[in-house]
T-cell receptor, first 115, second 113 residues
Framework: DTAVSQTPKYLVTQMGNDKSIKCEQNLGHDTMYWYKQDSKKFLKIMFSYNNKELIINETVPNRFSPKSPDKAHLNLHINSLELGDSAVYFC??????????????FGPGTRLTVL | KNQVEQSPQSLIILEGKNCTLQCNYTVSPFSNLRWYKQDTGRGPVSLTIMTFSENTKSNGRYTATLDADTKQSSLHITASQLSDSASYICVVQKGTGGFKTIFGAGTRLFVKA
């Protein structure tokens, strides 16, 4: 009965590789997000999609490209991985658009390690 | 500069005791403040959301307070349980500019038997 699921849970890869992280929510929410949590535990929003359309795109290298095939899925593709990309990536969803007072539901996270 | 600072950085308490976590922010204009609980290896889970007009909000043994004048919030945990061991993250959302969300670094709470 997982509300927001991500795969894989762990990802270890070499510098320069391209990788994808998948996210799915079964809550019927319209909005999905990607967050990055660095080693200091700060969470920062990367992207937000509402009904498959990009609504928030923080300052993120264009090596990161989100893709939303439908409103239940928001995948994150990363090209030419760098050491600094190592972090835990969280997917989240909420019922309403944007980041209003609506509750966000987070996935379990994907720990990416770039060697 | 929009910042959210939490204290203490970490805290150890005995099971059954109460504790209070602090959050100070400089985010302006203010929209809302949230407290999240993040268990190790898991995503954050929302505990409370407060807007400008709300002073206090409870969720079971968790009670959050907000003083929008001094830009301070606290999260009080009553009768702590071992399962309360987690990171507690304070999050403040701006009222304009794309609803920018600023996360604090969290307070790591350890509850010991």
């Amino acid at each position: 009965d997982t509300a927001v699921s991500q795969t894989p849970k762990y990802l270890v890869t070499q510098m320069g590789n391209d990788k994808s992280i998948k996210c799915e929510q079964n809550l019927g929410h319209d909005t999905m997000y990607w967050y990055k949590q660095d080693s200091k535990k700060f969470l920062k929003i990367m992207f937000s999609y509402n009904n498959k359309e990009l609504i928030i795109n923080e300052t993120v290298p264009n090596r990161f490209s989100p893709k939303s095939p439908d409103k239940a899925h928001l995948n994150l593709h990363i090209n030419s991985l760098e050491l600094g990309d190592s972090a835990v990536y969280f997917c989240a969803s909420s019922r309403l658009a944007g980041e209003l007072t609506d509750t966000q539901y987070f996935g379990p996270g994907t720990r990416l390690t770039v060697l | 500069k929009n910042q959210v600072e939490q204290s203490p950085q970490s805290l150890i308490i005995l099971e059954g005791k109460n504790c209070t976590l602090q959050c100070n922010y400089t985010v302006s204009p203010f929209s809302n403040l949230r407290w999240y609980k993040q268990d190790t290896g898991r995503g954050p889970v929302s505990l409370t959301i407060m807007t400008f007009s709300e002073n206090t909000k409870s969720n079971g043994r968790y009670t959050a307070t907000l003083d929008a004048d001094t830009k301070q919030s606290s999260l009080h945990i009553t009768a702590s349980q071992l399962s309360d061991s987690a990171s507690y993250i304070c999050v403040v959302q701006k009222g304009t500019g794309g609803f920018k969300t600023i996360f604090g670094a969290g307070t790591r709470l350890f509850v010991k038997a």
